[in-house]
T-cell receptor, first 115, second 116 residues
Framework: EPEVTQTPSHQVTQMGQEVILRCVPI?????FYWYRQILGQKVEFLVSFYNNEISEKSEIFDDQFSVERPDGSNFTLKIRSTKLEDSAMYFC?????????????FGPGTRLTVL | AQKVTQAQTEISVVEKEDVTLDCVYE???????LFWYKQPPSGELVFLIR??????QNEISGRYSWNFQKSTSSFNFTITASQVVDSAVYFCALSETNFGNEKLTFGTGTRLTIIP
């Protein structure tokens, strides 16, 4: 069964460093998302992406964040200058097109630890 | 703005008991989707079910059943004859139809512990 994959599973970085989180969505999906879950809290929407551009972004998704689909398979989230409060689990999700396929399928997540 | 409330923060039941997880939602849209996701201790988010706002039929899948009531804006989830493997955090989520987006708004989750 097709699944969303994410790398790395765990990333440790120093405050102020740049990190890139990588995702490979399900191959025939067209809509891509990033969500964040701070430890013990709920899952929060960061950004949605379709047709090579951002569809919507939350207040959390400020100028230090960016997303890119550099090729036909990868979808990346870049955090330019990490802060302590960026420590969280980051989930990538994807879905197919049309209302009949509205379900978002999530990857296993990348746990980001900022020291 | 859309909102999902899961008032039960933690629930513990003894194995084989039935348990119901509550979910109440708010939305101004007439067309929307409701979801339940399971997050086991390993951390991934596992899709369980999706309902659209026009389909109020209850659904049963094995030991799982869902009760969707638009009149009370609720989408509750029942596990029958619970098992230890059901121990997880369960999230209810809502998406409004916004072509190209359909972002999910999650509740705060209910941590379910099944005691052997």
């Amino acid at each position: 069964e097709p699944e969303v994959t994410q790398t790395p599973s765990h990333q440790v970085t120093q405050m102020g460093q740049e990190v890139i989180l990588r995702c490979v969505p399900i191959s025939n999906h067209l809509y891509f998302y990033w969500y964040r879950q701070i430890l013990g809290q709920k899952v929060e929407f960061l950004v949605s992406f379709y047709n090579n551009e951002i569809s919507e972004k939350s207040e959390i998704f400020d100028d230090q964040f960016s997303v890119e689909r550099p090729d036909g398979s990868n979808f990346t989230l870049k955090i330019r200058s990490t802060k302590l409060e960026d420590s969280a689990m980051y989930f990538c999700a994807s879905r197919g097109s049309g209302l009949a396929v509205a379900t978002q399928y999530f990857g296993p997540g990348t746990r980001l630890t900022v020291l | 703005a859309q909102k999902v409330t899961q008032a039960q923060t933690e629930i513990s039941v003894v194995e084989k008991e039935d348990v119901t997880l509550d979910c109440v939602y708010e939305t101004r849209d007439t067309t929307y989707y409701l979801f339940w996701y399971k997050q086991p201790p390993s951390g991934e988010l596992v899709f369980l079910i999706r309902r659209n706002s026009f389909d109020e039929q209850n659904e049963i899948s094995g030991r799982y059943s869902w009760n969707f009531q638009k009149s009370t804006s609720s989408f509750n989830f029942t596990i029958t004859a619970s098992q230890v493997v059901d121990s997880a955090v369960y999230f209810c989520a809502l998406s409004e139809t916004n072509f190209g987006n359909e972002k999910l708004t999650f509740g705060t989750g209910t941590r379910l512990t099944i005691i052997p």
